[in-house]
């Protein structure tokens, strides 16, 4: 079983910058990806960006504003996000992949203001 704690979501004007932060504990767990989606009102949720071993994948929407980091250490990924605009507003989940199962965090809300 792994846990995931997300934090670093909040209110934020457009042009302003944010960092989440996705912790991943729990026990005899061997990570194969980390990354990022969001979930913005009446829309299905779509990947922002994820890091694996051998590679970093952005949404075009993103790519040159948001940027993506691992601290395999500490089992934890974070996102760079600068340069938001109102269309960044969701909810944005950390998601684990492991060998044969997917984690979710309970997801932190990110609303950019115009």
């Known amino acids: 079983q792994v846990q995931l704690v997300e934090s670093g979501g909040g209110l934020v004007q457009a042009g302003g910058s944010l960092r989440l932060s996705c912790a991943a504990s729990?026990?005899?767990?061997?990570?194969?990806?980390m990354g990022w989606y969001r979930q913005a009102p009446g829309k299905q949720r779509e990947l922002v960006a994820d890091?694996?071993?051998?590679?970093?994948n952005y949404a075009d929407s993103v790519k040159g504003r948001f940027t993506i980091s691992r601290e395999s250490a500490k089992n934890t990924v974070y996102l760079q996000m600068s340069s938001l605009k109102p269309e960044d507003t969701a909810v944005y989940y950390c998601?684990?992949?492991?060998?044969?199962?997917?984690?979710w965090g309970q997801g932190t809300q990110v609303t950019v203001s115009s």
């Open positions: 998601r684990v992949a492991t060998i044969g199962y997917d984690y």
């Open positions: 729990g026990n005899r767990f061997n990570i194969n990806a």
């Open positions: 890091i694996t071993s051998g590679s970093i």
